[in-house]
């Protein structure tokens, strides 16, 4: 029978799910930092048999300018590896024949060229940071309070995240402040939405129990795996704390320093 | 035994309290405009054995600029006939030893003039309207989060309101969004809550049953002055709509067509 705790339920593993930001580099001035040792545990993870893909909620860039970041980082790392929130309401909305209204970072933008923009009858938010104007928020509450039955899409639901200059809010906010406005509940997008981790697994043809996830963020990276039904290990790099060790209601099943120290665990299981 | 029904109830009353947006004038271009019969119902209320105060969530402005303009529009009333949210929360900052940093309308910085704002170790939100700019949020959350224990006071929790230009977010939407961002409950100064009530009641020197509350918002006017254990009656202008006469929760005493009819009504019972 196959060993369930972690390390050990590294045997059986057929696929990997990493967290970005946090996990492979720390963000900050310009294109910021590789974490230690993350460069070449991500080289040592594609050397292996196990499946590989990349899994955040970062909606300040396309996807092609933050690929383009990490590999600047040093990371062998592609566009179609990297699941973020974007792409993934994009697919909602084509599918369900809805018009955004966009209240994004404008590095986001081109995410959206494909999507009919015209009319519309939906709000799509993201961590739109200085474009969280009055005047903005404003006109997504007009666009969603003028809708027989309004639509809103928020891309993720953080509360705020650190940055070298302090802490800023996050979209998750916005949300709240949308949904009391407007009386509705908003439909997220991402982590850790479990319709989010499902993509990732049905683009690697795998079952839950056949996948790992890696990430900073006890709840949102850990905590929603989980509740797909995969494992999920904590490294204790980005916004780790050592709170997170003795948290409530979610317990990872592995904790580790940080991403090479995961990845060793793992592939020496497997040997 | 007094009758305990509107407009029967008017015998015993000694007070009224009355709303002013809606109640009084309408909002618009320059001072707004007076609705018809209610300078002559002000006057008359005056003139009559009843005492007689205003109770607003305005936080636009100071109440004297806020007054002036009533008493351009011909209304017979003066500062200290007016309960607002900005006066009371500078009573519960000073009761409490509270410097507050402030998020609110530049017109109504004047109203905190007496207060100590240095090192901020609270925060005051009002209508601040362009204000709300993602800088100003994030830098009130900062001083939040920088707090051991958070205190947040929200002047007022509207959702929106309706200005000439269309419907504008409201205080309310600001209060949801640092309440989840540092996961706290604010503590609402204004209508509906009891505490503001209570303070116009004491003011008057009066019992909840003897004073009756008149405005154009069934659950922030009517519901909350019933909750105190005044009775409340609806006006059909200002934010009246229809569907009030079937609200699931509040159902008001009596429902007039103004403020005229209201204290017709009332003169009528005492004669």
């Known amino acids: 029978m196959a060993a369930t705790g ?21 963000s900050g001035e310009g294109d910021g930092v590789a974490i230690h040792g993350s460069v070449e545990a991500v080289k040592k ?15 300040q860039a396309s996807r092609e300018t933050f690929v383009a ?7 062998d790392i592609s566009v179609s590896e990297v699941f973020s929130p974007a792409p993934a309401a994009v697919a909602v909305l084509k599918d369900r024949c809805l018009r955004p209204h966009l209240l994004v970072y404008d590095g986001l933008l081109p995410e959206f060229d494909s999507v009919d923009k015209t009319n519309p009858n939906c709000v799509v938010i993201g961590d739109a940071t200085e474009n969280f104007s009055y005047q903005n928020l404003n ?4 666009v969603l309070i003028g809708l027989e039955k309004p639509v809103l899409f928020s891309l993720g639901q953080g509360r705020y995240y650190k940055e070298t200059d302090g802490l800023k809010l996050d979209v998750g906010v916005y949300m709240k402040a949308l949904e009391y406005a407007c009386d509705l509940k908003a439909e997220v997008i991402g982590k850790p939405s479990p319709t989010f981790f499902q ?4 683009d690697m043809g795998l079952q839950p129990h056949e996948a790992l996830m890696i990430g900073d963020d006890l709840v949102n990276d850990v905590g929603g795996a989980q509740h797909c039904g995969m494992k999920g290990v904590q490294v204790r790099t980005g916004k780790y704390r050592p709170s ?15 991403l090479a120290q995961a990845v060793d665990m793992i592939l020496n299981q497997r040997h």
Chains 1, 2 share one sequence.
């Not at 972690?6 to 580099?25: E, H, N, Q, R």
């Open 6 to 26: 972690w390390p050990g339920c590294a045997k059986s593993l057929k696929g990997v799910i990493l967290d970005m930001c946090g996990v492979l580099y720390d």
């Open 45 to 59: 993870l594609k050397a292996s048999d196990l499946q590989l893909r990349f899994c955040t909620n970062e909606t």
């Open 69 to 75: 970041k990490l590999q600047r980082l040093g990371f």
């Open 139 to 142: 006109e997504a509450f007009r």
């Open 199 to 202: 993509s990732v697994l049905s």
């Open 244 to 258: 997170d060790e003795k948290h409530p209601t979610v317990t990872a099943d592995g904790t580790v320093d940080n």
